[in-house]
């Protein structure tokens, strides 16, 4: 059998595997976390804690046809500016129910396009934000930037805020594939903005790029890659295309008969990937690359990455707090998540109460499992040392869990005294081999592809 049949057998190229940012997955979030639990675990953040913030802005004025992303299309800034509104009250609310001297470790203001704002709607935002969640020191303050809707004066508002960290979306150079994905963005315009992004001493840049994309082809993605690192970008995620039409409707845009096979997919990944380790990338979990100075590669190499609902993070605060309509907060006893429709979510924020409407509260169980997975997604290995010093599990309890999943993958995996490895030549199925710990998947059909 050939390496690509066998992995195909083990369920590779099955694109409904989650990409586990979560343990349980949003879909299978079962209960707890609404207003009352949100409020309650909100109080019981400790005093002078160190936490996260992320914000959502659900707004662009284009809306791509690939992006599975939450968000709306809007062609007036009306919509954006009230929504802001919303989320000055959200914020109000929050610093409301705030233990005293609580700091922000990370700030990720994400979306759709946050940069739709205006300059004077990011500092109002921001100023609204740090004067109830003050920076701590060494924080990191990310923005999603999209390189179309982004200009000079905004650009200097969010360094006036404080932004340390851009992240631009590149996806693909090719104007062919732009063109089928309903995206175009130049070369010279995505550069124009990564300079003007550095001009002003934001140093740390991260670009998004795609395979798996209809049309691409190995000379293609190599040629984007390598246009890619002439922007000489800190951190790179090589997210896998989830084409997921049934899901977004905007997908059906792109025709399904210009989509790369399972096997091209493949072979997409790892050239692209070669390019950014002969480059000096290294390489981070199933999708990232990163400078061997980046916060992403250092965690790496000390045992502290870890994974949110933004992806791989170098960021160890046990509270993340999610702001606007479908953000989800991560607390010690649970997830908790915002109405996802604008309306829903503004209506319960200007009636005065959090927007939290479903989440998920956690068992020791979930606990256990949800460290099991993290620990695959980022270090391809489970250390049983760490696990029964963590978590409330026997040694025989902690190797049949293993076993079974060594069982499930011969040859992709090796199980011994350390704990379980998955080999180089299993990395391709890590969300697979993770997905054996998942106990709320028990059908292993039912997944909408997350992204
Ligand atoms: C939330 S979007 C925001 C990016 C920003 N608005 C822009 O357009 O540059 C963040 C990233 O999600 C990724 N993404 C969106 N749709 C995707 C899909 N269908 N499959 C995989 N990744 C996707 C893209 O790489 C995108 O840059
Ligand atoms: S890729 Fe960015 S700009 Fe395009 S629809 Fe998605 S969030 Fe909006």
Redesign the pocket.
Known sequence: MTQHSQLTRLGLFDARVPRYTSYPTAPHFAGGGGAAEFTHWVHEIPENATISLYLHVPF?R???WF?A?R?QGTTTLSPVVAYVETLLAELALLGRNLPKGVTLSRLHWG???PTLLPPDQITILAEAIFAILPLAEGAEFSVEI?PNEVDGPRLDALKAAGMNRASI?VQDFDPLIQETIG?TQSYELTKQVADQIRDRGILSLNADILYGLPHQTTERISESVQKLLTLSPDRVALYGYAHVPWMSRRQQMIPSDVMPTPEERLNLFETAEKLFVWDGYRAIGIDHFARPTDGLAIAQATGHLRRNFQGYTDDTAPILIGLGASSISRFPQGFSQNASGTSDYTKAIRAGKFASHRGHAFTSEDRLRGRLIEALMCDFHISRAEILASFDVTPDRLQSLLDATARAFPGMVTLDDQGLTILTQGRPLTRMIARTFDAYDQTKAQHSAAI
Do not use: P, S
């Open positions: 662009c284009r809306l791509c992006c992303c968000t979306g759709g396009t999209d979306g995206r």
